[in-house]
């Protein structure tokens, strides 16, 4: 079955530490994104990647690192930057096509809150 | 203004009613657009997207009006599965696929 792995489902994160969360697609996607949600918000994007081994920042990149080593993973670290790290994590990705109707598929999320 | 809005609702209808959504959206250069339907502390999916002559899919009908640049959802016949948040996307355009996603717009079918 094709589609978006997100791991772990739920991160508890302690005072100064950094946390990976992973997403891993088998969709042959050459876009992928990671997004953030809050209660009663809508999505917020915090970085984004066209291709492998180069990156954007989003609206909210402060905090956050990433990584685009391989076509398949785009690892997000909440580091310890992040003061307000609690939220329900989202990765996406999608077709790279301009002028197209593209959109976006998304994994199942990881919850992430502090201990 | 933001650029994607949308009423939270929420909308409480009884099954088999007829519901509509509008969402409207402040770059007129937008270029594609959709609705995704996200179910409680789950992920968003798609729902379908929205074509400028219109679309149906089942007993879910999209429209677009660039001229006063909102997008709408109507969904016939509701089912107690209908209860969700959808969500109008919004692609701004610029050469990439970056979404905007609205705060979402909750429907409640009831027996």
């Known amino acids: 079955d094709g589609g978006i792995t997100q791991s772990p489902k739920y991160l508890f994160r302690k005072e100064g530490q950094n946390v990976t969360l992973s997403c891993e697609q088998n969709?042959?996607?050459?876009?992928m994104y990671w997004y953030r949600q809050d209660p009663g918000q809508g999505l917020r994007l915090i970085y984004y990647s066209q291709i492998v081994n180069d990156f954007q920042k989003g609206d909210i990149a402060e905090g956050y690192s990433v990584s685009r080593e391989k076509k398949e993973s785009f690892p997000l670290t909440v580091t310890s930057a992040q003061k307000n790290p609690t939220a329900f994590y989202l990765c996406?990705?999608?077709?790279?096509?301009?002028?197209?109707?593209?959109?976006?598929?998304f994994g199942d999320g990881t919850r992430l809150s502090i201990l | 203004r933001k650029e994607v809005e949308q009423d939270p609702g929420p909308f409480n209808v009884p099954e088999g009613a007829t519901v509509a959504f509008n969402c409207t959206y402040s770059n007129s250069a937008s270029q594609s657009f959709f609705w995704y339907r996200q179910d409680c502390r789950k992920e968003p999916k798609l729902l379908m997207s929205v074509y400028s002559s219109g679309n149906e899919d089942g007993r879910f009908t999209a429209q677009l009006n660039r001229a006063s640049q909102y997008i709408s959802l109507l969904i016939r016949d509701s089912k107690l599965s209908d209860s969700a948040t959808y969500l109008c996307?919004?692609?701004?355009?610029?050469?990439?696929?970056?979404?905007?996603f609205g705060t979402g717009t909750r429907l409640l079918v009831s027996p």
């Open positions: 996307v919004v692609n701004p355009g610029g050469g990439f696929q970056k979404l905007v």
């Open positions: 969709l042959n996607h050459d876009a």
């Open positions: 996406a990705s999608s077709i790279v096509g301009q002028g197209v109707n593209q959109p976006q598929h």
